[in-house]
């Protein structure tokens, strides 16, 4: 069986870390997602607020480096849960319990991120997109090849 999700969309507030009488760091967030659609009332995109829970590293990642406005690709599974409310009534809810957190925008497209070169998330690679051309630090290798000013015709 498969169980995996994938969103995009802004941070509504800053996520704060929390820690579990275990040790373990947690924190929730919510992203806010427009959908792709135009409504043909308003001729407005709708948008959905989906409830992110990340645990451990995941956790301490997010809340060094993201903020509320600042764009998210959240990469996880989604899970139900059902509790009671005070009344006793039975309720359900989803949230997405994330595996990768990688960030959607550049510094130069957030409002307010220090994030820019900053390191990918816990256990997976940031997507090129999000850094865009950023210089390795100082003595290490930065994976890109001087180009030679003669390779000749261009096949474009």
């Given amino acids: 069986m498969l169980n ?6 802004r941070l509504v507030r800053d996520p704060e870390l929390r820690t579990t009488q275990s040790g373990v760091s947690v924190t929730s967030f919510t992203v806010a997602v427009d959908r792709d659609f135009k409504s043909r009332d308003s001729g407005e995109k709708s948008t959905d607020f989906i409830d992110v829970v ?5 956790a301490e990642f997010v809340c060094k480096y993201f903020a509320k406005g600042r764009m998210a690709i959240v990469e996880g599974r989604l899970q139900i849960r ?9 309720r359900r809810s ?3 319990v994330a595996d990768n957190v990688y960030f959607g925008d550049s510094k130069r497209d957030s409002a307010s ?12 690679p ?7 051309g950023y210089g390795a630090p100082s003595g290490e290798p930065s994976g890109f090849a001087d180009i030679d000013d003669q390779d000749g015709d261009l096949p474009f």
């Fill in 113 to 124: 991120g220090d994030s820019y070169g900053s390191p990918p998330p816990y256990g997976a």
């Fill in 82 to 90: 059902d509790w009671k409310d005070r009344d006793g009534n039975n």
């Fill in 94 to 96: 989803a949230q997405v």
């Fill in 4 to 9: 995996r999700i994938v969103i995009m969309g």
């Fill in 54 to 58: 990340a645990w451990r590293q995941t």
């Fill in 126 to 132: 940031a997507p090129a997109a999000s850094f865009g």
